[in-house]
């Protein structure tokens, strides 16, 4: 199993800037790709960023050039950053952190918690 805890969600204005943290504990070494997601009120959930073990990134067309996916390794955990610039209130959602891995040999998803991302204008 993957454990996901978020973190760094909050209230900015437009413009301003946020980091969220991911940190994946378990069994990380079956991790194949970790990506956050967003889902706004009365939309479905679509994916903001991605990035594979072997460090390659997708952005959804909305966030290129503003958000960057990053990810650390320690020992027994993974984190996973999504540092968030020039922030508008479109990207107001609950940002929701995921994992693709294979602990047992059949793929699973794995979602954190969610946290609120909150852009006024």
């Known amino acids: 199993q993957v454990q996901l805890v978020e973190s760094g969600g909050g209230l900015v204005q437009a413009g301003g800037s946020l980091r969220l943290s991911c940190a994946a504990s378990g069994s990380i070494f079956s991790i194949n790709v970790m990506g956050w997601y967003r889902q706004a009120p009365g939309k479905q959930r679509e994916l903001v960023a991605a990035i594979t073990t072997g460090g390659s990134t997708d952005y959804a067309d909305s966030v290129k050039g503003r958000f960057t996916i990053s990810r650390d390794s320690a020992k027994n955990t993974v984190t996973v950053y999504l540092q968030m610039n020039s922030l508008k209130p479109e990207d107001t959602a609950v940002y929701y952190c995921?994992?693709?891995?294979?602990?047992?040999?059949?793929?699973?998803?794995?979602w954190g918690q969610g946290t609120q991302v909150t852009v006024s204008s």
């Open positions: 995921n994992a693709e891995a294979s602990p047992d040999g059949i793929l699973k998803r794995y």
